[in-house]
């Protein structure tokens, strides 16, 4: 009888018995969901060896990026439910609760999309496309944005806020900042427009204008190339779209084109042959496709003749040494026939007076 008078007595306008009952469920609640979340993840990299279906990694994923102030939260929330609570501190605890709440709504959707993102990364990467990640980051980074603004809308909604009136009034206000940034946005857009139409990946060899080089990385607002010489070449993203870019990366083959010259002293027949040799040797050069070798100009100082040739550029050919290998082939055939191989000079006749 005097534990029940005990438990009975009021405490902030609750009972010790609400008081206990609350405190037991804060801490079962604070004790027990930890202890999942703890096993889950040491357990994750053992489960997820055995290829388990796609939901139930996602559930692993998503059960790693639950926060411990989220748990707190829950934990608060249950034990609330025993007591009785003035006007005020109700108010503050929903806010704070709701606050918390959309703030793991967003951290859950940032984790799916990660694990949706590391999925296409994985496939090709199978697939040999290597190129595909920097286009996955720039779709990360929006649709993380995304998530956080339609969150923070939500928690706003939850909160009695007439979110109708602050997206109308943010529209009017964003039209100004869009004013003020447009050259950001611009670049974001840019980017957007990247990744959706893909007229580059990373890897490719870009040439603009005067700047050549390979794309290391491609970001929200600027892209980076490695330049043959070493340096590291930042574009904004708007500035490639709005240029004539070539994308040299995705050629299947590169036309070599060649001007070879002769001595005029090069005997008729020789001079014929010529463009056989020169075929034999693009052919039998591995990676090479020939397309015509003729006798085109009669230069100041040698006899011209133009080859053209394509190079195929196959995963891990290099063009420069293709074309190597066709010149060095093509200087051997030349000295084997005694053909000579033209260079600047000048022929001085000198006459004797009187001499017609």
């Not at 008081?19 to 993840?41: E, G, I």
């Not at 496309?129 to 939850?158: P, T």
């Not at 607002?221 to 340096?231: A, D, I, M, P, V």
């Amino acid at each position: 009888m005097q534990a029940m008078e005990f438990l009975s007595q009021v405490y902030l306008g609750n009972t010790l018995q609400d008081w206990l009952l609350s405190a037991a469920a804060f801490l079962v609640t604070f004790t027990v969901l930890p202890l999942v979340r703890k096993l889950v993840v040491s357990q994750r990299n053992r489960i997820q060896s055995l290829e388990p279906p796609m939901g139930v990694e996602l559930a692993l994923v998503l059960i790693a990026r639950t926060s411990k102030l989220f748990l707190w939260i829950v934990a608060l929330y249950v034990a609330e439910r025993f007591l009785e609570l003035g006007p005020r501190v109700e108010k503050i605890s929903n806010i704070v609760i709701v606050v918390v709440f959309w703030f793991q709504v967003a951290l859950w959707g940032t984790a799916a999309i990660n694990f949706a993102l590391d999925l296409q990364r994985r496939r090709a990467a199978e697939n040999g496309d290597a190129g595909v990640q920097g286009s996955l980051g720039i779709v990360n980074f929006i649709a993380r944005l995304a998530v956080f603004a339609i969150a923070a809308l939500l928690a706003l909604d939850n909160l009695g806020v007439n979110i109708t009136a602050l997206v109308a009034g943010l529209g009017v206000g964003g039209i100004a900042i869009a004013l003020a940034v447009q050259t950001i946005l611009g670049d974001l857009l840019a980017s957007l427009s990247i990744t959706l139409d893909k007229p580059f990946v990373v890897g490719d060899w870009l040439r603009l204008d005067t700047v050549e080089g390979t794309v290391e990385k491609i970001g929200v607002k600027s892209t980076r190339l490695r330049s043959l010489s070493g340096e590291q070449i930042i574009v904004s993203n708007a500035d490639l779209l709005q240029s004539r870019l070539h994308n040299l990366g995705r050629m299947p083959e590169r036309r070599a084109l060649f001007k070879l010259g002769v001595v005029y002293e090069t005997p008729r027949d020789k001079l014929e042959r010529i463009p056989a040799l020169v075929e034999a040797c693009v052919k039998e050069t591995p990676g090479t496709r020939f397309l015509f070798c003729v006798f085109t100009d009669f230069g100041d100082f040698a006899l011209q003749f133009t080859l053209v040739y394509f190079v195929a550029l196959e995963q891990g050919a290099n063009y420069l040494e293709t074309v190597g290998a066709v010149n060095y082939r093509i200087h051997a055939a030349f000295e084997q026939e005694g053909i000579s191989f033209a260079y600047p000079t000048q022929t001085v006749v000198m006459r004797r007076e009187g001499q017609g």
